[in-house]
């Protein structure tokens, strides 16, 4: 393997970034409005803090305005109480012509800084002008084996989601 290892179909001409240059992490300290009656953290909050990272990821990829195309995948592993430090690590998966995929991965984080994961997300979203069209984003260089893993999952999952658009569903 190379230290660059540049993604099969990418014109020559396309930019491309890497993974890590839009990677990022944001921490919240669940409150008493964030609570549902079970106690537990309210999915609803945890499913807009995920929105608002992948938008923020595919922002710092994109260099352009973007929008939520889908929500693929949404796994609630664990609950999380109040008091407790929630930490979301957002990264691009992968990109197409306009739209990008972004795994969003929350943890809570205890006193000594140690995580355990409670939830799982993939989101796609699209690029856009002013007008909102679609517009391209650079490509996506991947950097290690666990990226050009996450970029064959990315491919699995995009092929996924356009048969069922194709079948209705």
């Given amino acids: 393997m190379t230290n660059r290892m540049e993604v099969k179909g990418m014109e020559q001409k396309r930019a491309m970034k890497k ?8 921490v ?6 964030h609570i549902n009656p079970q106690g537990r953290l309210f999915g609803g909050y945890l499913m807009q803090w995920i929105d608002e990272m992948a938008g923020i990821v595919s922002r710092r990829h994109s260099g352009k305005m973007v929008t939520t195309a889908s929500i693929d995948n949404l796994n609630f592993k664990a609950g999380a109480y109040q008091n407790d430090m929630i930490v979301l690590v957002g990264r691009l998966t992968y990109v197409g012509r306009t739209s990008m995929e972004v795994r969003v991965d929350t943890y809570v984080e205890d006193y000594q800084g140690n995580r355990r994961s409670i939830n799982r997300a993939y989101l796609v979203m699209v690029a856009v002008d002013e007008k909102g069209n679609a517009v391209e984003v650079p490509g996506l260089e991947l950097a290690s084996e666990a990226e050009q893993a996450e970029w064959l999952g990315g491919e699995k999952r995009y092929q996924l989601r356009k048969r069922r658009r194709e079948e209705g569903y």
Avoid: K, L, M
């Avoid at 993974?19 to 944001?26: C, W």
């Avoid at 919240?28 to 409005?33: D, H, K, N, T």
């Fill in 19 to 26: 993974v890590g240059d839009s990677r990022t992490e944001q």
């Fill in 28 to 33: 919240y300290v669940i409150r008493s409005q």
